[in-house]
């Protein structure tokens, strides 16, 4: 069975200071790993993903992440933070299945940011 | 940009009583998913939909959940019998292709509220 961890509930970042939201996997297979974000009253949004190459793997808003095998993780980073980046985010593990490729998330990390 | 959309917003519901969650995935969008998110929990699969047949189903996804593509735009989650535990957040969310790589695009959801 696969499975993901977020070890942080929230996470409190001041403005212009860099972040990392973590995050942690399970799986038995090769691991396609995403990164979604949530605002408030909002969908999920797709941020990046991991799927072969390079560890480092570069998102929308500024975001990267980098997957690191042998520590089975895939952490949430950004340079320099902006209070509009204060939401909800989730990690997301997929492995091949006989079909439908389900992805399974994390608990998910609150991300605040102050000015 | 091309969104997936869920109707309604928020649904309240007797216990016993069926519900009828809709979405419209993205137009050239080919795979469908299902999954909820219980309050202060994670979110779960439930369901994914391709060829207009289940690929894929959780265990939460039991003989009360139905999922159908009536017309060649809505995809619906029918709850023929609810209970209380199946207060959620529902997320619709489509993706162009199969394969594991390929991101999952989700609406902004449906809150079920059964009493």
């Known amino acids: 069975a696969q499975s993901v961890a977020q070890p942080e509930d929230q996470v409190n970042v001041a403005e212009g200071n860099p972040l990392t939201v973590k995050c942690t996997y399970s799986?038995?297979?090769?691991?396609?790993l995403f990164w979604y974000v949530q605002y408030p009253n909002r969908g999920l949004q797709f941020l990046l993903k991991?799927?072969?190459?390079?560890?480092l793997v570069k998102g929308s808003y500024g975001f990267e992440a980098e997957f690191n095998k042998s520590q089975t993780s895939f952490h949430l980073k950004k340079p320099s933070a902006l209070v509009s980046d204060s939401a909800l985010y989730f990690c997301a593990v997929r492995v091949t299945s006989n079909a439908g490729n389900m992805l399974t998330f994390g608990g998910g990390t609150r991300l605040m940011v102050k000015p | 940009e091309p969104e997936v959309t869920q109707t309604p917003s928020h649904q309240v519901t007797q216990m016993g009583q069926e519900v009828i969650l809709r979405c419209v995935p993205i137009?050239?969008?080919?795979?469908f998913y299902w999954y909820r998110q219980i309050l202060g929990q994670k979110v779960e699969f439930l369901v994914s939909?391709?060829?207009?047949?289940?690929?894929?189903k959780s265990e939460i996804f039991d003989d009360q959940f139905s999922v159908e593509r009536p017309d060649g735009s809505n995809f619906t989650l029918k709850i023929r019998s609810t209970k209380l535990e199946d207060s959620a957040m529902y997320f619709c969310a489509s993706s162009e292709l199969q394969g594991p790589y390929n991101e999952q695009f989700f609406g902004p959801g449906t809150r079920l509220t059964v009493l």
């Open positions: 799986v038995s297979g090769n691991p396609y």
């Open positions: 939909f391709y060829n207009n047949e289940i690929s894929e």
């Open positions: 991991y799927i072969t190459g390079d560890n």
């Open positions: 137009s050239n969008h080919l795979y």
